[in-house]
């Protein structure tokens, strides 16, 4: 069963940092990219960054781009997000994801807010 687990969520202030791991389970790590997704309230899930564990090529939406930092570490089967200087706008409920095959699936999420 495939299964994804997120932490290292929180509040801390603009211009902090936090970092936030994804545990996976349930599949062959290293064959697939893993994702980090947030939502914010009101809005639509959205794509963050991602990283290919077959590979290791990322991809950064725009306004992370600098700021975060994607990584993965294949014998603890788990991706991390460095976020630094985060902003009040950087507030949502973050996700990770892997696509296999044909089902997409999803951690739990957990809550990072930045107060300004």
Do not use: H
């Amino acid at each position: 069963e495939v299964q994804l687990v997120e932490s290292g969520g929180g509040l801390v202030q603009a211009g902090g940092s936090l970092r936030l791991s994804c545990a996976a389970s349930g599949f062959t790590f290293d064959d697939y990219a893993i994702g980090w997704f947030r939502q914010a309230p009101g809005k639509e899930r959205e794509g963050v960054s991602y990283i290919s564990n077959s590979d290791g090529s990322t991809y950064y939406e725009d306004s992370v781009k600098g700021r975060f930092t994607i990584s993965s570490d294949s014998a603890k089967k788990t991706v991390y997000l460095q976020m630094n200087s985060l902003k009040p706008e950087d507030t949502a409920v973050y996700y990770c994801n892997v696509k296999c095959g044909r089902s997409d699936y999803w951690g739990q999420g957990t809550q990072v807010t930045v107060s300004s």
